[in-house]
């Protein structure tokens, strides 16, 4: 196919040199295209005067549509004159003033800093890098797609990405949910499932990467019950790199998900992880051969993790034994914190009403984090509490800082 749409841009060529269209009214990306062609069929002299007429005569449209010309002839071993007159661009704009780095177009400038990491111009590769993520960070979330893909396949933007990973730590919506997911790279995809601080339930992260490997094989049946035994071998090898432990948290699925949305795809699973996942469902304080991770740290506080939420349901219920966080008895809602501010009226039109609440407080300048849970409703109008159903608990290695009133 590649091929033939060269040949065919090489026909047309008759029409620039036999005189029917003027070379310097031609459109110029109709002369870059049948650069590349005549590039490719080796027609060295065609190719050298087309380079010759694009640097001389339609040097304005090379730099208005700098990005096109640079993505379409880097990858070309044959265009070093024009490499060259890319070179000259990326010095003139940052150095020469033509444009304000300030005030240029920000996909301008990420495209400038891709070509400017391809020249190996640190310097310059550097400052752009700095720029993008200073000043331009509300335009780089805005599109975040764009960014993320332009930059994850090179080495050199470990800035940018662990800027765009904590974007997506934070908001995983923004490529899990986005309509070209499925076409993300496995090796980005890995990336974000790797993160501690992924904020996306365990069954979500599920859900997601099954809906990638189908993608992968667009001839597999959209029926699952009309799978056959090769089906699920060949999205198996498809997810071999991404359905291994760390990658996703198994262990910390709710068992009502394990049995109606893992279940289903038992077959991807290597057997021993399998028959743990079951007997941990069964009696979580057995051992298991699996290892068993850490959860993803899910902060709708900015105080305590997951796994603090699971000791004070513990303590809560006065059982010894800390409650395994995919099958805990309560769901934490925050319902006020510190940013809703400190006055007292404020408090009580936030927890007027509200039973069953835990008090979280971090003490300033200090890892001390202490706390209570009250199972009686806060009553503004009501000064008679009695002490039945609290509880009361203090621990000098939590982190963070903040006040917040949890409600389940």
Same mark, same amino acid.
């Given at each position: 196919m590649k091929s033939f749409t060269a040949h065919s841009s090489i026909l047309k060529r008759r029409y620039i040199y036999g005189g029917i269209i003027n070379s310097e009214t031609a459109e110029t990306k109709f002369i870059l295209d049948l650069l590349i062609a005549t590039d490719e069929f080796e027609l060295e002299e065609l190719t050298k005067e087309l380079k010759y007429l694009l640097i001389e005569t339609k040097s304005?449209? @090379?730099? /208005? !549509?700098f990005s096109l010309v640079y993505r379409s002839i880097f990858s070309e071993n044959n265009f070093k004159d024009l490499k060259n007159f890319c070179n000259d661009i990326i010095? =003139?704009?940052?150095?020469?003033?033509?444009i304000?780095?300030? $005030?240029?177009? +920000?996909? #301008?400038? @990420? %495209? @400038?800093?891709?070509? +400017? %990491?391809?020249f190996e111009l640190e310097e310059?590769? =550097?400052? @752009? =890098?700095?720029?993008?993520?200073e000043t331009k960070s509300s335009w780089l979330r805005t599109h975040f797609s764009l960014v993320y893909r332009s930059i994850f396949s090179e080495n050199n933007f470990k800035d940018l990405k662990n800027f765009c990973n904590d974007i997506i730590v934070k908001y995983p919506n923004l490529i899990f949910?986005?309509? %070209? #997911?499925?076409?993300?790279?496995?090796?980005?995809?890995i990336s974000i499932l790797e993160r501690d601080y992924l904020q996306l339930e365990e069954i979500k992260v599920w859900e997601f990467i099954i809906k990638w490997g189908n993608a992968q094989n667009s001839n597999l049946p959209a029926n699952l019950n009309e799978w056959i035994k090769e089906n #699920? /071998?060949?999205?198996?090898? $498809?997810?071999? !790199?991404?359905? *291994?432990? *760390?990658l996703i948290r198994y262990f910390y699925i709710p068992s009502t998900d394990v049995l109606n949305k893992v279940k289903t795809y038992k077959k991807l699973l290597d057997k021993q992880l399998w028959d743990d996942l079951k007997q941990y469902l069964i009696d979580p304080d057995q051992p298991v051969k699996s290892i068993i991770l850490s959860a993803r740290l899910i902060l709708n506080s900015a105080i305590i993790t997951n796994k603090h939420m699971a000791e004070i349901s513990s303590w809560i219920d006065y059982i010894q034994r800390t409650y395994y966080f995919g099958n805990l008895p309560y769901k934490f809602e925050l319902i006020l914190r510190s940013i809703n501010g400190f006055e007292p009226q404020t408090f009580w039109d936030t927890s007027q009403g509200h039973s069953n609440t835990v008090i979280i407080v971090k003490v300033k300048g200090t890892d001390e984090i202490l706390g209570g849970y009250d199972s009686l409703t806060w009553d503004s109008t009501n000064s008679n509490y009695n002490t039945r159903g609290r509880v009361e608990f203090r621990d000098g290695n939590w982190s963070q800082q903040m006040i917040a009133l949890f409600s389940y």
């Open positions: 304005s449209w @090379l730099r /208005t !549509h010095v =003139k704009y940052i150095y020469g003033g033509i304000n780095s300030e $005030t240029a177009e +920000t996909k #301008f400038i @990420l %495209d @400038l800093l891709i070509a +400017t %990491d391809e310059l590769t =550097k400052e @752009l =890098k700095y720029l993008l993520i949910e986005a309509e %070209d #997911f499925t076409s993300l790279q496995e090796s980005a995809l #699920f /071998t060949t999205l198996k090898a $498809t997810l071999q !790199h991404c359905l *291994p432990l *760390p």
